[in-house]
């Protein structure tokens, strides 16, 4: 099995970075298991280099002609096992999926009509306007319905990468039913209440939760009824709101969030009303969770979804409970990589990385012990995109299997 050369790179100065990277890249391809012709690249980097990617892309463009590159800028940049989060950074990674199975799209390219897209990895600007329908919309044209990717998060230019350098909008790149990949998404927040039913709602107010006012409900799920709002700020400022539809059973299991359940901030409270203001949508029917993050239960649901992925790919090698025992956190080593895996992608939000879990780079080791020492980069984004979704508080862990 061919396996993708990867590589990561931290310098103050984006050439020396990206030099180091290659040269990483270059060595790797001359050890049997990463020989390959490459067709596609995937680029990730921290803001610090966000107004050098023009050049940076030209120098990739150079080094390696031919090569489709995708990608994205953001606060953090992850590989195998290491994240450069709020430094300078970057991660490179190529494949040589065959040319006709993939089409890279942007807003002056757009996605061919004739090609029969399975599946879509998807970058993009957060300032774009109706963003959620954008999204929406392109996961109806592939047949899966699927797509995976992030927002671009930065503190000096937001952009995205689709063999140009783009500003707004979305770019990505579509695959054929050829290419086969696995993913998956791990939340990171955890319920504080119940599941409820929201009755009625009028732009992104909520009026009523299970026909009883919304901020009551609120109240009463953080263990505060009776209590003042104004009383309640302090535990408020830290509360979210999981939303999904009514009627998915597998939203809330065991105390923790499906992966159908989309995380938003609260972003207000009306006193007189006894309503609450959420950044979203919602529609009467759909169903809510307060919730609040959570470290132990974002690393218990990471090591789970690398546990279904290492069952789905060797059922018999590695029974579930031996997946899970082998992600466990006092593994000194990374275990036997996964069979199959030819490169990986994982997006994990702004929000989580070293800060959330503990310690730089705590989240990458969980899953480098996991799934083994496999090719992987990423990066962390403003806003995490899966199926026809919008994410926050969550991760995206895409595989590409051989």
């Not at 979203?280 to 546990?307: N, S, T, V, Y």
């Not at 990374?334 to 989240?363: D, K, N, T």
């Amino acid at each position: 099995m061919t396996l993708f050369p990867h590589a990561h790179a931290t310098h103050p100065q984006w050439e020396m970075a990206l030099t180091l990277a290659i040269a990483q890249l270059e060595g790797l391809r001359r050890a049997p298991p990463y020989q390959l012709r490459p067709t596609i690249g995937w680029v990730y980097l921290t803001d610090h280099y966000a107004v050098h990617a023009p050049a940076l892309l030209e120098r990739l463009h150079a080094h390696y002609p031919g090569v489709h590159w995708i990608g994205t800028v953001g606060v953090g940049v992850s590989a195998n096992g290491v994240e450069y989060f709020d430094e300078p950074g970057l991660a490179l990674m190529l494949g040589d999926i065959p040319a006709e199975q993939f089409r890279v799209f942007s807003g002056v390219q757009p996605l061919p009509p004739s090609f029969a897209a399975h599946t879509a990895q998807v970058h993009a600007d957060p300032t774009t306007p109706d963003m959620a329908e954008l999204v929406g919309e392109l996961a109806t044209r592939t047949a899966t319905g699927y797509l995976f990717g992030g927002l671009a998060a930065a503190r000096t230019r937001t952009l995205h990468i689709a063999d140009e350098v783009f500003h707004g909008g979305l770019s990505g790149v579509a695959f054929s039913p050829e290419v086969a990949l696995l993913s998956r998404v791990t939340q990171g927040c955890q319920p504080v209440g119940p599941a409820r039913t929201i009755t009625e709602v009028e732009q992104n107010v909520i009026a009523t939760l299970d026909g009883e006012p919304a901020l009551g409900c609120l109240l009463a799920d953080l263990g505060l009824e009776g209590a003042e709002p104004r009383e309640a700020l302090p535990k408020l400022q830290t509360t979210l709101v999981g939303l999904f539809d009514g009627g998915d059973d597998g939203a809330i299991r065991r105390g923790q969030f499906g992966e159908d359940v989309r995380v938003r901030h609260l972003i207000g409270i009306d006193p007189h009303r006894y309503g609450i203001a959420v950044a979203d949508r919602p529609e009467p029917g759909m169903q809510l969770a307060f919730c609040r993050r959570h470290a132990d239960a974002a690393r218990r649901d990471l090591m789970r979804i690398c546990a279904e992925i290492r069952e789905e790919l060797e059922p018999q090698e590695v029974p579930l409970e031996t997946a899970l025992a082998l992600s466990g956190e006092g593994a000194d080593a990374a275990p036997h990589p996964a069979r199959g895996i030819s490169g990986a992608i994982y997006v994990s939000c702004s929000g989580r990385g070293g800060p959330h879990f503990g310690s730089p780079g705590a989240e990458l080791q969980l899953v480098r012990h996991a799934l083994g020492d496999v090719p992987l980069v990423g990066f962390f984004a403003g806003g995490e995109i899966a199926r026809h979704h919008l994410y926050g508080y969550t991760g995206v862990l895409t595989v590409f299997t051989a």
